[in-house]
């Protein structure tokens, strides 16, 4: 069920159609789901004392109501080293059109999956399960079941992904915790439900999944005009 919080970010995000990223995680942490230490900064004041609270390396990211399509526009820095770097990486974004600032985060590692939602006209909301990353779209590695998700549904969608013994193991790896796997898709499928007369696509690309847990790495929520 929506919180009182959740429901005035979507709201305050109606004029640009879309949940900007720190927004869409503020969101999905309030689900249970789990996201990385971030901080959305704003100035140049802010850069060199909320960094130091997530420390280096970290991830920098655009924000930005025009900026979608985030590598697109070279708006994603992974592997941030020193306060300089940051500081030039700040000035360059900030370039942008209708720059909204900067978002810093904790780098995170696992076996990259792309979870996501539609709303289809015939079927309602859909659930996407997928090899994520920059090549989801060239290798189309998915399975899609009706939201909302039974766990029968959760474990044939993780078993038709054609890469899914990347998942449990291949050639001495380690597996992923199929169980947080699992819990993140169920928390995923009752957001969806939930926020169904709201959106009209929902994107975790990456959901970085290793030993320990799946963490969502970047968020878009993309809502109904």
């Avoid at 990353?133 to 078993?159: F, H, N, Q, W």
């Avoid at 790495?217 to 005009?225: G, Q, V, W, Y």
Wanted: charged letters at 25%; glycine letters at 6%.
């Amino acid at each position: 069920m929506l919180t009182g919080e959740m429901k005035e970010i979507i709201r305050t995000s109606r004029d640009f159609g879309w949940v900007m990223e720190p927004e869409a995680k503020r969101v999905l942490s309030f689900t249970g789901l789990i996201i990385p230490r971030f901080r959305w900064v704003k100035s140049e004041k802010e850069v060199a004392q909320l960094a130091e609270e997530i420390g280096y390396p970290l991830v920098a990211k655009i924000v930005s109501p025009k900026v979608v399509h985030k590598s697109d526009t070279k708006g994603v820095v992974v592997g941030v080293e020193t306060q300089r770097e940051l500081m030039e990486i700040y000035e360059r974004f900030s370039q942008a059109e209708a720059f909204a600032g900067m978002l810093i985060e904790e780098i995170v590692s696992g076996i990259e999956l792309i979870v996501g939602a539609k709303m289809d006209d015939q079927f309602g909301a859909i659930i996407l399960l997928g090899m994520g990353g920059t090549t989801a779209e060239i290798y189309r590695d998915v399975s899609l079941r009706m939201a909302p998700l039974s766990p029968i549904d959760i474990a044939s969608m993780i078993k038709c992904l054609k890469a899914h013994e990347l998942l449990e193991g291949y050639r001495g790896s380690d597996p992923i915790n199929l169980d947080e796997l699992v819990k993140t898709l169920q928390t995923f499928s009752t957001f969806v439900m939930d926020l169904k007369e709201e959106m009209e696509s929902i994107d975790l690309n990456p959901v970085m999944c290793s030993s320990t847990r799946c963490v969502v790495a970047d968020a878009r929520i993309m809502l109904r005009s």
